[in-house]
């Protein structure tokens, strides 16, 4: 299993970024894909989720400001940020459910990428 994120970047508030996520093999939909947030010194927090049989879902904070997308034809997941502010200011991971063995399901992640936004 590989999820390769996209690189990060640094922009000022009020602008917009997105990132990309590459998925080998196949995703356990009942759980689906799901992009995490981690600012310095708190905890990792899911910021957002999709798969092919859950309505995409958002953390209170990104709501009306990000959203995510899938290409399962690549196997790939965005997350199209806009609007941003400086505590959305974080290292952004790329997030995907297997199930290896019956019965199983492991939520692997990618590197991580970093996003500044300067105030």
């Known amino acids: 299993v590989e999820l390769l994120e996209s690189r990060g970047g640094s922009v000022q508030a009020g602008g917009s970024l997105i990132l990309a996520c590459t998925a080998s093999g196949y995703i356990f939909e009942k759980c689906g894909m799901r992009w995490y947030g981690q600012a310095p010194g708190k905890d990792r927090d899911m910021v957002a989720m999709?798969?092919?049989?859950?309505?995409?879902t958002y953390a209170d904070s990104v709501k009306g400001r990000f959203t995510i997308s899938r290409d399962t034809a690549k196997n790939m997941q965005y997350l199209q940020m806009k609007t941003l502010k400086a505590e959305d200011t974080a290292v952004y991971y790329c997030a995907a459910c297997y199930s290896t063995t019956p019965g199983t399901v492991f939520l692997y992640w990618g590197q991580g990428t970093q996003v500044n936004v300067s105030s």
């Open positions: 999709i798969s092919a049989i859950i309505t995409p």
